[in-house]
Antibody, heavy 119, light 111 residues
Framework: QVQLQESGPGLVKSSQTLSLTCTVS??????????WSWVRQHPGKGLEWIGY???????YYNPSLKSRVTISVDTSKNQFSLKVSSLTVADTAMYYC???????????WGQGTTVTASS | QSVLTQPPSAAGTPGQRVTISCSGS????????VSWYQQLPGTAPKLLIY???QRPSGVPDRFSGSKSGTSASLAISGLRSEDEADYYC????????????FGGGTKLIVL
């Protein structure tokens, strides 16, 4: 059974870069049937898709975040990562990683990690 | 940024049937599949419906999805107290370079 676990700092200063990692266990990140996503949720708000990466390195990003976001994959470690640059307090949110399948959606989610951007 | 429009809230009593709507456009729901997610308080979202009406293994058949044109709906029959949660629709949007779009979410209250 595939499981995802987010890791990274819970507190990041504004203007700095947030770095989060998602470790995949119970399955291979190189499985061509899946892509690997990041989704965030501001306190008390709805879900916001950040982007996803395919094992080959192909990426898709939310147009509203594209200029500040980079998603990468490390197949040797079975991990994928998120970087958000020029952080502001508006980036304070719960960050989830998730596995997706084309035309299906995101079927396995991590438990989420809370990130606070301090001013 | 939500271009998928959901009612902010819905309510029903145990045993009732409730529906949640999701309205989009030709670039998203009109030309792509819709999925639905359930988020119980304090937990990660869970995939509830995919490809408009398909249910993942383990999801009760009380949950059903449908799509017509640029709108989709989630129906929950035989409402139970444990169904009280936030529900989100999602779809791919073909505009720009393509991206995933979520609806704003609907909070379902079981009275």
């Amino acid at each position: 059974q595939v499981q995802l676990q987010e890791s990274g700092p819970g507190l990041v200063k504004s203007s700095q870069t947030l770095s989060l990692t998602c470790t995949v266990s119970g399955g291979s990140i190189s499985n061509p049937d899946y892509y690997w996503s990041w989704v965030r949720q501001h306190p008390g708000k709805g879900l916001e898709w950040i982007g996803y990466i395919y094992y080959s390195g192909t990426t898709y990003y939310n147009p509203s975040l594209k200029s500040r976001v980079t998603i990468s994959v490390d197949t040797s470690k079975n991990q994928f990562s998120l970087k958000v640059s020029s952080l502001t307090v508006a980036d304070t949110a719960m960050y989830y990683c998730a596995r997706g399948a084309f035309d299906v959606g995101m079927d396995v989610w991590g438990q989420g990690t809370t990130v606070t951007a301090s001013s | 940024q939500s271009v998928l429009t959901q009612p902010p809230s819905a309510a029903g009593t145990p045993g009732q049937r409730v529906t949640i709507s999701c309205s989009g456009s030709g670039s998203n729901i009109g030309s792509n599949y819709v999925s639905w997610y359930q988020q119980l308080p304090g937990t990660a979202p869970k995939l509830l419906i995919y490809r408009n009406y398909q249910r993942p293994s383990g999801v009760p058949d009380r949950f059903s999805g449908s799509k017509s044109g640029t709108s989709a709906s989630l129906a929950i029959s035989g409402l139970r107290s444990e169904d009280e949660a936030d529900y989100y629709c999602a779809s791919w949007d073909d505009s720009l370079s393509g991206f995933v779009i979520f609806g704003g979410g609907t909070k379902l209250i079981v009275l």
